[in-house]
């Protein structure tokens, strides 16, 4: 196999590599765009791997001296599995106006044990962060303002932004590829207008790019007709 040949493998490997994974999504998949990320990927890797880290920390671990939202802080430290739970009582408790305690051993039950999410409900309670009424827990004011002012120090780092802009940069790209897409299924557009990466993709090319000659005379040989790279 010549180094055409070997590029032109590798891509189609690793395009329908890609599709395979939309696929599991529901998405439609386009292939310029795939490629752009691709030759992103590194800077993907570690937008997304940090932002695991950027997301979790505390105001005081973003601000040096920051005071804010250290109630929340000291309550997510009381448990092994705070930072979890915590998060999914919050979550609840801001799209509706109390939960009960079966109800959040449903969303918790992936996350942690009953016992740790009671012992993590009383520490809210103690806290002033939760306030316990016989039709389950509701947030005190407590609660939300520290949860807010969290969510400012969160919004205004560069890191952070920088990682919404990767998102919504990709999403851009993946919904304009699908609106060419739409207007030459309407024949509103010349549907022939394929690139060059559209046309290795689909296997067009395939005849021409593994019909020619190797940089290796025996595997020339030796090799059986090739045809396009299936997923």
Known sequence: ???????????????????????????????????????FRYRAIYLFS?????????????????????????????????ISLTRIILMTLSTQPRATLAELEVLCAPYGKRTALKKLLKEGVALRLLRSTCEGYEPTELLIDEGFDR????????????????????????????????????NRLYAGRKNLSEVVFDGELDDIIFGGSSDDPDEVAARPAMGRVKS
């Open 50 to 82: 940090a932002m695991g880290l950027w997301i979790t920390q505390h105001p005081d671990e973003i601000v040096k001296g920051a005071s804010y939202g250290q109630t929340i802080k000291q309550w997510r430290n009381s448990s092994k599995v705070g």
């Open 1 to 39: 196999m010549n180094k055409l040949q070997e590029k032109v493998s590798l891509m189609q490997k690793k395009l329908h590599r890609a599709k395979d994974i939309y696929d599991f999504m529901n998405k439609r998949f386009s292939v310029n765009q795939q490629i752009v990320l691709w030759r």
């Open 151 to 186: 969510v400012i120090f969160k919004i205004l780092n560069d890191d952070v932004i920088e990682f919404c802009e990767f998102v919504v940069m990709f999403k851009n790209m993946r919904e304009n590829a699908h609106g060419v897409a739409d207007l030459e299924k309407q």
